[in-house]
């Protein structure tokens, strides 16, 4: 059983930045889960943003947070973290972090273990 929990988002103006935590607890065969950043607009379906696998070694994001945000993960504090620069109003969303085997699968349904998200508005 994983157990997460997002912090860290907030109103920032368009061009600012923004880092989230997602707190995590529990394992799954004995090791860190590998970890996403998930976000969904009113309206929209949930995307996959950035994921990070178990212990940090390879990271991978959607081509709308290339360049703008970083995933990272420190085990000893067992958290991960989402480094957002650059943000744009619609990068607006609540943003969820969640747990799975594999940080590099795109749907939700992949991913076993979900907080409960944290909002992020981005001002124009």
């Known amino acids: 059983q994983v157990q997460l929990a997002e912090s860290g988002g907030g109103l920032v103006p368009a061009g600012g930045s923004l880092s989230l935590s997602c707190a995590t607890s529990?394992?799954?065969?004995?090791?860190?889960?590998?970890i996403a950043w998930f976000r969904q607009a009113p309206g929209k379906q949930r995307e996959f943003v950035a994921g990070?696998?178990?212990?940090?070694?390879?990271?991978y994001y959607a081509d709308s947070a290339k360049g703008r945000f970083t995933i990272s993960r420190d085990n000893a504090e067992n958290t991960v973290y989402l480094q957002m620069n650059s943000l744009a109003p619609e990068d607006t969303a609540l943003y969820y972090c969640a747990a799975g085997a594999v940080a590099s699968k795109l749907t939700p349904s992949e991913y076993a273990y979900w907080g409960q998200g944290t909002q992020v508005t981005v001002s124009s």
């Open positions: 529990g394992r799954t065969n004995s090791r860190p889960s590998a």
């Open positions: 990070v696998s178990s212990r940090g070694s390879s990271t």
